[in-house]
């Protein structure tokens, strides 16, 4: 007899906020086997227009050879269409606007092509903004606010989840559809970059936007003198390999 906690889960739609890996049949067949309902998978970073394009073929390869396990997901419909079929929805996502180059009609042109969401930085300056390991945070640029009002018009997800505070709120406030921190923590965890202070948390969710929470170590422990993560050693989640730290979640 199944517990409750298994029946809630194969009877749940679970969405993998964030997903970027060394794509395969071996990983597609585990990601449905696990019951993984959707997941927004990473189809391009640094690519510029034509890059993105060729990974785009290479995506659209993927779902015809291992159609037993995954399918295409371009609507909340293909979601729940994938759950009843028992495998797992891709939405393929930029972590970065790299891919729409200085041209706002290629946000339409991905948008056709298959890609449903778009992070706005990947930690750096772009033409879009300012990433979250800028020392200075100029927010959205003008054509940043010319790329952001085309994502609601067709459709695309902004993801803020690498963003600079300051391009994050501005973002937030000229969306006219709620946007995400796909895969983040709070600094209150841990003070990183990466991380969202309550306000910035607070700012989005009070606008309808998403919080989605990542378990990547680096960014949710602190060290102790022997080198052992504070969150997972004091819990006995780890394995503590004397002096040398924890091998389970090191970083």
Same mark, same amino acid.
Not at 37 to 51: H, K, L, P, R, Y
Not at 56 to 72: M, Q
């Given at each position: &007899?199944?517990?409750?906690?298994?029946?809630?889960?194969?009877?749940?739609?679970?969405?993998?906020? *964030?997903?970027?890996?060394?794509w395969s049949g071996d990983l597609f067949r585990e990601m449905q086997q696990s019951g993984l309902?959707?997941?927004?998978?990473?189809?391009?970073? !640094?690519? /510029?227009?034509?890059?993105?394009?060729? /990974? *785009?073929?290479? !995506?659209? +390869? !993927?779902?015809?050879?291992?159609?037993?396990?995954?399918?295409?997901?371009?609507?909340?419909?293909?979601? @729940?269409?994938?759950k009843a079929a028992g495998k797992t929805a891709i939405v393929l996502g930029m972590q970065n606007t790299s891919a729409f180059e200085d041209k706002i009609g290629y946000v339409e042109i991905l948008k056709t092509l298959g890609i449903g969401i778009a992070q706005m930085t990947y930690n750096t300056q772009n033409w879009v903004g300012s990433g979250c390991y800028e020392s200075r945070d100029s927010g959205l640029s003008d054509f940043g606010r010319e790329v952001v009002a085309e994502m609601n018009r067709v459709g695309m997800l902004c993801d803020l989840s690498h963003v600079g505070p300051k391009t994050s709120r501005d973002v937030i406030d000229c969306s006219t559809v709620p946007v995400a921190y796909s895969h983040c923590l709070p600094s209150g965890l841990k003070a990183h970059p990466r991380n969202k202070s309550d306000e910035e948390l607070r700012h989005i969710v009070e606008r309808? +936007?998403?919080? +989605?929470?990542? &378990?990547?170590?680096? *960014?949710?422990?602190? @060290?102790?003198?022997?080198n052992h993560c504070r969150l997972y050693c004091s819990d006995g989640l780890c394995d503590q390999s004397g002096g040398r730290g924890c091998r389970r979640y090191r970083h």
């Open positions: &007899m199944k517990d409750n906690a298994s029946t809630i889960y194969e009877n749940a739609i679970v969405i993998d906020g *964030l997903i970027i890996s060394n309902t959707a997941a927004n998978c990473t189809c391009s970073v !640094w690519e /510029n227009f034509t890059d993105t394009v060729d /990974n *785009l073929v290479a !995506w659209n +390869g !993927w779902f015809r050879e291992f159609s037993s396990h995954i399918v295409k997901a371009e609507s909340a419909a293909d979601i @729940r269409t994938a309808g +936007g998403f919080v +989605g929470v990542t &378990m990547f170590p680096p *960014l949710s422990c602190e @060290r102790d003198g022997r």
